[in-house]
């Protein structure tokens, strides 16, 4: 999965009315598709907009 693939799946499934909470923790290193930490999180933050609005 992306991190596009899952917030997609979050705005899809989630009832937006309620105040909730969602944790993200990557379950093993992502070098393969991000530089560094701050680049994932750049990365996310920017999704999180897009995606979500």
Same mark, same amino acid.
Request: some cysteine.
């Given at each position: ?8 799946? %979050? =705005? ?10 969602? @944790?993200?923790?990557p ?6 598709? %991000? =530089?560094n ?9 920017? @999704?999180?907009?897009?995606?979500l609005?």
């Amino acid at each position: 999965e992306t991190l596009e693939n899952i917030l997609d799946y %979050f =705005k899809k499934n989630m009832d937006f009315s309620k105040e909730q909470t969602v @944790l993200f923790s990557p379950a093993t290193s992502s070098f393969c598709q %991000f =530089k560094n930490f701050e680049h994932r999180g750049n990365v996310f933050k920017e @999704l999180t907009v897009k995606v979500l609005g």
